[in-house]
């Protein structure tokens, strides 16, 4: 049973964005994949909203908030029997926040057939990501963060690995306070490669981001409160995708949300709902896919102690 190119990286090259005519698509899709079922409701418009745990996924900048130990957890599935999971805690930590994060994608099994079609048995494939993040103020109104990971794909009895960093800055302008910018760079590192019997594959590269995005929170009527966020996505090898969510909350914790992705072939549109305790908010996530790949529903905890 021989494999040039791993499946499931495949199935999963087609949950990214969309990909230019004569450009090669990057590797380890399943980092773009939008981080928590509060910003895929979102659209994925989070580089510039996201704070606390939640941040250690998208832009470490906002780990800068976090004062005592918060954890984040999600999980949801997709065609193919593919199941997504994260996973992350943070704590405060030399005048910032430090968070530990783990996001994995992974399959039953798969049956492997030889070149006449017959089943010869079955296989499993899996990608991890295991990363550590840190954040902190730097001047008023003004944070940053640092991001390192570490990355594995497995396929049957193959597998290979790399590494990565990241960056990502936040400011809050005194003139505008309800307003914030945000920038993250992220996934910055060496190619990995298979190792075959008849010799090395191709080479894997990685889906190297720049995320820039504004977020703005409106005050409405009754203490109720509508962020917004706007963020461009441009990743190695695909299409820029442009997002744009909205999230309505009510005094009683309970929130709806909407996203839409611009420039995006799979999906296009997303909702959701959430509901926050005193220290725990749960998240839901509609994801419609095109291209017949089925829906997604996604959940999602975050919890502060």
Do not use: C, K
């Amino acid at each position: 049973m021989t494999f040039r190119r791993p499946l499931i990286p495949v199935l999963l090259l087609a949950l990214a964005a969309a990909t230019p005519a004569g450009a090669v698509p990057a590797g380890f899709a399943f980092v773009e994949v939008p981080a928590g079922a509060r910003a895929s409701a979102l659209g994925g418009a989070f580089v510039a909203m996201g704070d606390g745990v939640e941040a250690a996924f998208w832009n470490p900048a906002g780990l800068a908030t976090v004062r005592r130990v918060e954890i984040t957890g999600s999980h949801f599935e997709y065609f193919q029997h593919l199941r997504h999971d994260q996973f992350a805690v943070a704590g405060g930590w030399l005048g910032g926040g430090i968070a530990g994060s783990v996001r994995a994608v992974y399959s039953e099994p798969i049956e492997a057939r030889d070149d006449l079609g017959n089943v010869t048995g079955t296989f499993g494939g899996d990608d991890l990501e295991f990363g550590l993040a840190y954040g902190r103020t730097l001047a008023t109104g003004v944070r940053a963060g640092l991001a390192a990971r570490f990355l594995h794909e497995r396929l049957a009895d193959l597998s290979t690995s790399t590494y990565a960093f990241g960056a990502g800055t936040s400011w809050e302008p005194s003139a505008l306070p309800a307003l914030r910018l945000g920038l993250a760079l992220d996934h910055l590192g060496p190619g990995a490669t298979y190792q075959f019997e008849d010799g090395p594959g191709e080479t894997i590269r990685l889906p190297a981001t720049l995320q820039t995005g504004a977020s703005y929170r409106w005050a409405l009527g009754g203490s109720m409160g509508l962020g917004t966020g706007v963020e461009a996505r441009m990743t190695r090898g695909r299409a820029m995708v442009t997002a744009v969510g909205a999230e309505l909350s009510h005094p009683s914790g309970a929130m709806l949300r909407v996203g839409a992705r611009i420039n995006d072939d799979v999906s296009r549109f997303s909702m959701g709902a959430g509901y926050a305790l005193s220290a725990l908010r749960l998240d839901y996530a509609f994801v419609p896919y095109r291209l017949d790949l089925g829906d997604s529903h996604r959940v999602s905890f975050t919890a502060r102690f």
